[in-house]
């Protein structure tokens, strides 16, 4: 079966960093995209950064700057997020794509930005 799995969330100060990880049990050479999308209470589930197949990554607006994604020969995911905010406030997903186009997502770890 193939599984992501995060760790790393926690509640931080505003200002503080965390740093997720996702360990996934697919080939990296197989998937097209992967990332981290975010969850708050009420809001719809939006995409924070995306890194392609060939390393090309997205972020959005809001976190632009401040986050980092990356991933290593491993095929673990990671993002740094610093200088955070309390409307980074959210459970954070990590989602990967096949080539094949089948999508996986890990089961989600909370951050807390507190001011």
């Known amino acids: 079966q193939v599984q992501l799995v995060e760790s790393g969330g926690g509640s931080v100060q505003a200002g503080g960093s965390l740093r997720l990880s996702c360990a996934a049990s697919?080939?990296?050479?197989?998937?097209?995209?992967m990332g981290w999308y975010r969850q708050a209470p009420g809001k719809q589930r939006e995409s924070v950064a995306l890194?392609?197949?060939?390393?090309?990554t997205t972020y959005a607006d809001s976190v632009k700057g401040r986050f980092t994604i990356s991933r290593d020969s491993a095929n673990t995911m990671y993002l740094q997020m610093n200088s955070l905010k309390p409307e980074d406030t959210a459970v954070y997903y990590c989602?990967?794509?096949?080539?094949?186009?089948?999508?996986?997502w890990g089961q989600g770890t909370q951050v807390t930005v507190s001011s």
């Open positions: 989602y990967a794509r096949k080539i094949t186009s089948d999508e996986y």
């Open positions: 697919l080939s990296k050479f197989r998937i097209n995209v």
């Open positions: 890194i392609t197949r060939s390393d090309v």
